[in-house]
């Protein structure tokens, strides 16, 4: 397994396929702090080269969205020290086995109602959007999530977990370029960039010889939650390999209605169909049996 990712995807992460004109973009290098972080009673943090260092917490202006709408945030971010890929190879299966990754630098992205008020993540902590950095070399950051019925803006909150965790750009922008239903269809965005897939113990993205990045789930793994709407029709597609494959139907209230085999992944690809029940808001799936996944594709049938 190498932690290089090729050329390929570092330039689907530099320039995403498809992503739509921006809705905040932050170049510390010309914009300065100030457009990112919001004055304080305390001192702002100061920017150095272009560069900010992440003090023990520190959190973004508010930043609009719109409800229900698909987005893709991206962070150029580096790491000093010895525990990143560059130097560890083991870095980012100790930083996955950790509680919220906090062997090293974190973000993650915190919604607003319209007064300013936190919205808890639907369906729990395990919902939460968020991600870590673990390369000495300055890399693009990616997630790619849904802003919460009731959403009016977000915080992307940054914690430096003892690390010397440093942020260059940050750019929030609609994601128009998956054409799917659920976030990271095909882990275009490398090994670093879960959004929102978790892997068990054993599991992890890596990238193979021929350069595909795939995702080992291990013992067992989740996909993130994606929106889903009760009696309309989904084409769905595993691309891989393993047994089993869940899919687990949520409501609004974020507890479960029902869980039921959904499909397994062939190497040359398998598909169904499903049709949510009544109720559902929002699903995942869930992957035993040693699945290793290239793709998994949720579609909204016309």
């Known amino acids: 397994m190498t932690m290089k990712t090729p050329w390929l995807f570092l330039l689907a992460a530099v320039f995403p396929f498809g992503v739509a004109a921006e809705v905040f973009e932050a170049d510390l290098a010309k914009d300065g702090v100030e457009k990112l972080i919001e004055p304080s009673a305390k001192a702002p943090p100061e920017v150095s080269g272009g560069l900010l260092a992440l003090p023990t917490r520190i959190e973004?202006?508010?930043?609009?969205?719109?409800?229900?709408?698909?987005?893709?945030?991206?962070?150029?971010?580096?790491?000093?020290?010895?525990?990143?890929?560059?130097?560890?190879?083991?870095?980012?299966?100790?930083?996955?086995?950790?509680?919220?990754?906090?062997?090293?630098?974190?973000?993650?992205?915190?919604?607003?109602?319209?007064?300013?008020?936190?919205?808890?993540?639907?369906?729990?902590?395990?919902?939460?959007?968020?991600?870590?950095?673990?390369?000495?070399?300055?890399?693009?950051?990616?997630?790619?999530?849904?802003?919460?019925?009731?959403?009016?803006?977000?915080?992307?909150?940054?914690?430096?977990?003892?690390?010397?965790?440093?942020?260059?750009?940050?750019?929030?922008?609609?994601?128009?370029?998956?054409?799917?239903?659920?976030?990271?269809?095909?882990?275009?965005?490398?090994?670093?960039?879960?959004?929102?897939?978790?892997?068990?113990?054993?599991?992890?993205?890596?990238?193979?010889?021929?350069?595909?990045?795939?995702?080992?789930?291990?013992?067992?793994?989740?996909?993130p939650f994606f929106p889903l709407h009760p009696g309309v029709k989904y084409q769905v597609s595993a691309t891989g390999e393993g047994k089993t494959i869940n899919i687990q139907y949520f409501n609004q209230e974020g507890k479960s209605i029902l869980s039921r085999f959904l499909i397994r992944p062939a190497p040359n690809g398998a598909e169904t169909e499903l049709t949510p029940p009544p109720g559902t808001v929002m699903a995942r799936v869930t992957m035993f049996g040693g699945v290793i996944l290239e793709e998994f594709k949720v579609v909204k049938v016309e």
Do not use: M
């Open 60 to 223: 973004t202006r508010p930043l609009p969205v719109e409800p229900g709408k698909k987005y893709h945030l991206e962070i150029d971010a580096e790491v000093g020290g010895d525990f990143v890929v560059e130097a560890n190879d083991r870095a980012p299966i100790l930083t996955l086995q950790t509680h919220r990754n906090s062997l090293t630098g974190t973000y993650e992205v915190i919604f607003l109602d319209a007064d300013g008020q936190e919205i808890p993540a639907l369906g729990g902590a395990n919902a939460a959007v968020r991600g870590f950095f673990l390369t000495r070399e300055r890399k693009p950051y990616i997630a790619v999530f849904y802003a919460p019925e009731k959403a009016a803006s977000l915080k992307v909150r940054f914690q430096s977990n003892g690390r010397p965790a440093r942020i260059a750009r940050l750019r929030l922008a609609e994601e128009t370029g998956e054409n799917t239903v659920n976030p990271n269809p095909d882990f275009r965005y490398g090994e670093l960039n879960y959004c929102g897939w978790q892997p068990q113990r054993e599991g992890r993205l890596y990238t193979r010889p021929d350069g595909k990045t795939v995702f080992n789930a291990g013992y067992g793994g989740t996909s």
